[in-house]
């Protein structure tokens, strides 16, 4: 039996959400820019383009200043806290695996009971997970994109504790 030291611990990549920040803050200058000119429909473009990117500002703000991580792995089961369904014991989990989509990669989830799942979603995850499942993939699946560490670290941590669970047709 394997031992694990403790859970794994994602959180947002600082380098990344730095680099989104200062796009955020480009866009929002170049809306605010936008709002000095004469033609209505850039003042117009201007004031969203600050609405939208401003608002992507406090929101990055907001995942770098974070205490809680937005993903644990543990030996109790996932929490995605960006997903909003609390822990997701192994007992609720079939299998998992890494797919990668255009050069991301994503954590694959099979739930032994999907719709249990996608119950304890608010309106926009279940929308996802029901989107995700009609195109023929798992419902949830766990993005890396800015978080760090990667995709290939779960994997193996996942691996290490799936290898601990006894197989059902064992006795």
């Given at each position: 039996?394997?031992?694990?030291?403790?859970?794994?611990?994602?959180?947002?990549?600082?380098?990344?959400?730095?680099?989104?920040?200062l796009l955020a803050?480009?866009?929002?200058?170049?809306g605010l820019w936008m709002t000095t000119r004469d033609d209505i429909e850039?003042?117009?473009?201007?004031?969203?383009?600050?609405?939208?990117?401003?608002?992507?500002?406090?929101?990055?703000?907001?995942?770098?200043?974070?205490?809680?991580?937005?993903l644990v792995l543990s030996q109790a089961g996932?929490?995605?806290?960006r997903l909003g369904a609390g822990l997701?014991?192994?007992?609720?989990?079939?299998d998992v695996g890494l797919v990668v989509v255009k050069s991301r990669?994503?954590?694959?989830?099979?739930?032994?009971?999907?719709?249990?799942?996608?119950a304890r979603l608010s309106f926009w995850p279940r929308l996802r997970g029901r989107l995700n499942r009609s195109i023929g993939w798992t419902p949830w699946s766990i993005s890396f994109n800015d978080l760090e560490p990667s995709p290939e670290a779960a994997?193996?941590?996942?691996?290490?504790?799936?290898?601990?669970?006894?197989?059902e047709n064992e006795s």
């Open positions: 039996m394997t031992t694990h030291d403790g859970p794994l611990i994602f959180r947002a990549s600082r380098p990344k959400q730095l680099l989104l920040m803050l480009a866009m929002s200058g170049l850039a003042v117009a473009a201007g004031w969203v383009c600050m609405v939208f990117f401003g608002g992507g500002v406090l929101l990055i703000v907001g995942r770098v200043l974070a205490k809680e991580p937005p996932i929490e995605d806290r997701v014991p192994w007992s609720e989990i079939a990669t994503f954590l694959a989830i099979e739930l032994v009971d999907e719709d249990s799942l996608l994997m193996a941590y996942v691996e290490s504790l799936l290898g601990d669970r006894p197989e």
